[in-house]
């Protein structure tokens, strides 16, 4: 069985912010494996797709208008329980809500600035990994310490 994978982005705040490497070391520190990373400032057409479940609210246009200004760091990280992790790694929505501790609760204080994505199920994960990734830029390959990571 493919193990988990999770869909992963610093939003063009956290790149502007100067934060991705403060974000990329917590998931390296947890433990994730990185299978897939780029840098790409995203069209109108993939920042729409990503966001489509929020077509019909408010703040669409303004989330899409924002996503699109600058670059995102777009990651895959991979390991077992990661979509779930990676949600409590990053924290509540709303920064000022979110938890000590997490990525927006330690790095942000507004809804509209909360520098980084997750994926939110396991459906949504394969769906945002194939619109932001091809399959031959994601790397399989086993960390030298895994053993040390994981037992047996
Ligand atoms: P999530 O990013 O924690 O999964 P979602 O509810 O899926 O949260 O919302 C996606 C993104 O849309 C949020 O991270 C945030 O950037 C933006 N967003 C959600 N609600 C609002 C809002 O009320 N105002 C402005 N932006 C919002």
Redesign the pocket.
């Known amino acids: 069985m493919a193990a988990e994978r999770s869909f992963i982005a610093i939003?063009p705040d956290g790149v502007q912010r100067g934060l991705v490497g403060e974000i990329l070391g917590r998931f390296e520190r947890k433990g994730f494996k990185l299978v897939g990373l780029k840098q790409l400032t995203p069209s109108r057409e993939l920042a729409e797709s990503h966001?489509g479940?929020?077509r019909e609210?408010?703040?669409f246009a303004?989330?899409v208008d924002?996503i699109t200004s600058g670059p995102v760091v777009a990651m895959v990280w991979e390991g077992d329980g990661v979509i779930a992790s990676a949600?409590k790694l990053?924290g509540?929505?709303k920064p000022l809500e979110a938890e000590p501790g997490t990525i927006r609760g330690d790095l942000a204080i507004n809804?509209?600035?909360?520098v980084i994505?997750?994926s939110?199920a396991p459906e949504t994960a394969e769906f945002e990994i194939g619109l932001w990734f091809q399959p031959s830029e994601l790397s399989d390959w086993s960390p030298a310490d895994q053993v040390w990571r994981v037992e047996g």
């Open positions: 939003k966001y479940v929020h609210r408010p703040f303004g989330l924002f949600r990053i509540a929505t809804i509209g600035r909360n994505h997750g939110d």
